[in-house]
């Protein structure tokens, strides 16, 4: 059984495999995170996507309290290292480490990044894989990343402005053919998309067998 909760934007915490890993965690300055970093005290692994302050958050914090590992990009991984981060775990894009009963996949992503590149993540647990994309565009190797990994779930973003919008984020969805998709990384911001309920719209049209599943922060899914 695994369990996928969210806090907002692009933070998520996934229980597989007796073990938590979160992704993304920008708590404390977050307005829709229910939670503060601070409520968090026994992660075993953080995965950041890239070093834009409201994906890499408060992982420093994290990992330096809980001694959770810090898996990234290798040059950000360096970085952190520099912090006080003693766990880590440095890999690059294309990349496949097994750690425990846990695969980590790191996976490119289109967007920016101040240290090495941005990039998603696809994590193996438990006989089920979840591909969780980061900050990015659409582009058309999606398709493979559902052929070769079989995402039972993939959390998209979806608010436009920085990153896909429901449009791209529905063509995404029709993909990579995940069995359940969550849209992530909107109504955080302003100029973000504020609703999902367009990308529920378009995911039905495009893949009617996908199921969209619209998260409030703090909510959760068992799968």
């Known amino acids: ?71 990234s990009i290798y040059d950000l991984v360096a970085q952190v290292e520099k912090k006080g981060v003693k766990n880590t775990l440095g890999m690059n894009i294309g990349g496949r480490v ?51 990994y079989k995402p039972k779930v993939a959390m998209l973003p979806i608010g436009g402005y920085y990153t896909m919008g429901p449009r791209e984020a529905s063509i995404a969805t029709e993909l990579i053919k995940p069995e359940i998709v969550i849209p992530m990384h909107y109504g955080t911001f302003p100029v973000l998309v504020q609703s999902a309920d367009e990308f529920v719209k378009l995911v039905r049209e495009r893949c009617p067998d996908v199921r969209v599943i619209v998260l409030n922060p703090g909510e959760e899914i068992v799968v």
């Not at 591909?131 to 493979?144: N, Q």
Request: glycine letters at 10%.
């Open 98 to 148: 097994k750690v425990g009963d846990i695969y980590f996949t790191l996976i490119q992503a289109f967007h920016s990044s101040g240290v090495g590149s941005p990039t998603g993540f696809v994590i193996e647990g438990e006989g089920k894989s979840f591909y969780h994309a980061g900050d990015t565009g659409l582009f058309g190797d999606m398709k493979l990343i559902g052929e070769l």
């Open 1 to 71: 059984m695994t369990k996928i909760k969210w806090f907002g934007h692009a933070c998520f915490l996934i229980e597989v495999a007796g073990k938590k890993v979160l992704i993304d965690p920008w708590l404390n300055d977050n307005p829709k995170s229910p939670i503060k970093a601070s409520d968090l005290t026994d992660i075993n692994f953080v995965c950041v996507s890239h070093d834009h302050v409201d994906h890499i958050g408060d992982a420093v914090e994290i990992c330096k309290r809980t001694e959770a590992v810090f898996v």
